[in-house]
């Protein structure tokens, strides 16, 4: 089991940034692949960042060149580094684990709302 708890989010005005950081527990995290999904009102969950244990990154298009993904093995934390926010921006962020790749979680965090006004 792992457990993944989610913290950064907060309310920011458009073109800001904010890091947000996902801390994991439990089974050895070192070797999971993380990622970060995002829900926005209305819509379904999608897919933003993610990152496998070797270090390789993976990013939606809506994304790229904005946000970075990162992770720290000794700490079991992973970072998702977001600049240049836009209203579409907004979300709840969730922070996500799995075993095979960064877009097939296994395990999910609680979520992180991130608000970006205009």
């Known amino acids: 089991q792992v457990q993944l708890v989610e913290s950064g989010g907060g309310l920011v005005q458009v073109g800001g940034s904010l890091r947000l950081s996902c801390a994991a527990s439990?089974?050895?995290?070192?070797?999971?692949?993380m990622g970060w999904f995002r829900q926005a009102p209305g819509k379904e969950r999608e897919f933003a960042a993610g990152?496998?244990?070797?270090?390789?990154?993976y990013y939606a298009d809506s994304v790229k060149g904005r946000f970075t993904i990162s992770r720290d093995n000794a700490k079991n934390t992973v970072y998702l580094q977001m600049n240049s926010l836009k209203p579409e921006d907004t979300a709840v962020y969730y922070c996500?684990?799995?075993?095979?790749?960064?877009?097939?979680?296994?395990?999910w965090g609680q979520g992180t709302q991130v608000t970006v006004s205009s």
């Open positions: 990152i496998n244990w070797t270090g390789g990154t």
């Open positions: 439990g089974r050895t995290s070192s070797r999971l692949a």
């Open positions: 996500a684990a799995g075993i095979i790749a960064p877009q097939i979680p296994g395990w």
